[in-house]
């Protein structure tokens, strides 16, 4: 709760201390206390809570104009500009309801302009930072409210789940197939073959795909979801001092958790083949060594699921706060062989899906041909720390 | 998720509707709207309250306090024979809104 407060605190410091304004800061206060609360009444955690809250505040400037707050910006000059602008269009006509199209095409007006003039603003003073930050990296800055920035969290956060979701059904993708195999050979006899082989495309091949389609629906809207944001990772962002500082803070959370993220999807990899072993020690029935290999094919799954969760998390915080992300600090001493690495580490998890497949399907042997999805994972580190490796030879 | 910028102008007409049988607060306005455009929609704070200023200025809505169960005081939103007339006037210019823009969707 407090560090709701002490965001409305900060939104409304530039605000003059009429009565208006403090009504308005009360009643946003209160709509904000009551949807926390919900949230932890649904069952979410206290940070995703204010997270959330904080995500679907809104904008500042908008609040400003309607309070009639004209010399609104000492602390952010692009926004101050912006419900300037506003207001002036308000205050044209204010009295008839008409006018509220004038405020709003001012409005949206200026919501278009802004970022052309937060550029601007904020490009002049990373001139003068000059030595500085500004001559490692000469990316155009974007300024990016809080607001912004933690929808843009929240969005990322969702796309890496989406994301998560997909790989995980193209892993379990075969299960029915799987198990439909292992009934099959335990029906004896031509009729019942004739049944079974039915029943497989129904309920083991049909599936199949019908997942393969769903995980991919999965990935691209992950893509999409992301696209608004594209200006992340090629732009340089600029965030409010206080906010970055927090950010910071909490990126260290998250780098803790991330850890507790990484022993467990490990311990995962390592567990795996036990069901595998253990339906194969108890019994001689297909049906259960089919299960078991279900069994690790989930826990791979998981394991899978986990690592990339865990580092989109890390790297929707990194990229905010310039640190640079993994593929970033590699990119710099990229050699000749480091960009063709690059170009096959780009579609690898796509060539890795096809390869299970397509050895699936030609030797039938789906029984061991998941251990392609243990072998990527160790496989893709080892392919670019090699190319580092060669690259700085 | 939809966008606020292209929900400006219907703003006034959602709050207004959740108006019309009953008077209401806030965030109770707020959780409908999520609730009835099925989550494709979430209205800002900001966007909320500036509204709620608009329309209590214009005399559409009037405000008054009122006490929850629990103690919280909160502050309640009225419609008025002028928001509703209002409503109506946004309803007819939406369905003309609509018609226009329906033409030009293939």
């Known amino acids: ?393 | 998720m939809i966008g606020s910028d292209v929900m400006r102008g219907y703003n006034d007409l959602m709050i207004l509707f959740l108006l019309l049988h009953e008077d209401s607060y806030g965030y109770e306005i707020s959780r409908q709207i999520r609730e009835i455009s099925h989550e494709k929609y979430v209205m800002k704070e900001t966007t909320l309250y500036s509204a709620f200023t608009r329309l209590e200025k214009l005399g559409y809505i009037t405000s008054y306090f009122g006490t929850e169960t629990n103690g919280k005081r909160r502050t309640y939103y009225r419609i008025t024979e002028e928001g509703r007339a209002l409503y109506r006037e946004k309803c007819g210019e939406w369905k003309l809104v609509k018609e226009v823009v329906d033409d030009f969707i293939e």
Not at chain 1, 72 to 94: C, F, L, P, R
Not at chain 1, 111 to 137: F, I, L, M, Q
Not at chain 1, 291 to 315: E, S, Y
Request: charged residues 25%; proline residues 2%; negative net charge.
């Open chain 1, 1 to 393: 709760m407090d560090v709701i407060l002490s965001y409305l605190d900060n939104m409304f410091l530039s605000m003059p201390k009429t009565p208006e304004v403090q009504r308005a800061k009360e009643e946003l206060l209160s709509m904000m206390e009551d949807k926390y609360n919900e949230l932890i009444a649904e069952g979410k955690k206290e940070n995703e809570a204010i997270g959330i809250v904080i995500s679907e505040f809104g904008d500042i400037s908008e609040l400003m104009e309607e309070l009639g707050c004209k010399n609104a910006g000492s602390g952010n000059t692009a926004y101050g500009a912006g419900a300037q602008t506003a207001a002036d269009g308000a205050g044209a006509g204010e009295s008839a309801y008409g006018a509220e199209t004038a405020a709003d095409r001012a409005g949206a007006q200026t919501a278009a302009d802004r970022s052309g003039a937060g550029e601007s603003a904020y490009g002049a003073e990373t001139a003068a930072d000059g030595a500085g930050r500004a001559a490692v990296k000469e990316k155009p800055v974007h300024a990016m409210s809080r607001a912004e920035a933690e929808e843009y969290m929240e969005t990322a956060k969702k796309s890496g789940k989406w994301n998560a979701a997909g790989t995980v059904l193209c892993i379990l993708c075969a299960i029915p197939l799987l198990i439909c195999g292992a009934l099959e050979d335990s029906v004896n006899g031509y009729s019942a073959w004739m049944y079974s082989e039915t029943v497989i495309v129904l309920f083991g091949v049909a599936p199949l795909f019908v997942l393969i389609g769903i995980a991919i629906a999965c990935f691209i809207h992950s893509g999409t979801m992301m696209h608004r944001f594209g200006y992340v990772g090629s732009e340089q962002i600029q965030l409010d001092a206080s906010y970055e500082k927090e950010l910071c803070e909490r990126a260290d959370e998250e780098r803790k958790r991330g850890e507790k993220m990484r022993i467990i999807s490990v311990f995962l990899f390592a567990l795996c083949l036990i069901p595998l072993f253990f339906a194969d020690a108890i019994s001689d029935d297909d049906i259960v060594g089919v299960l078991g290999l279900c069994l690790t094919l989930i826990f791979v799954a998981a394991g899978v699921a986990l690592g990339i969760i865990r580092r989109n998390r890390r790297n929707c915080m990194g990229v905010l706060l310039g640190e640079e992300t993994d593929e970033e600090e590699n990119e710099k001493e990229r050699g000749p062989v480091g960009i063709v690495l690059d170009a096959i580490l780009s579609g690898y998890w796509y060539i890795i899906t096809a390869v299970y497949l397509g050895w699936s399907f030609i030797t039938r042997d789906w029984g061991f041909t998941w251990i392609v999805w243990v072998i990527a994972w160790p496989l893709y580190a080892a392919i670019s720390a090699v190319g580092n490796a060669i690259d700085r030879d």
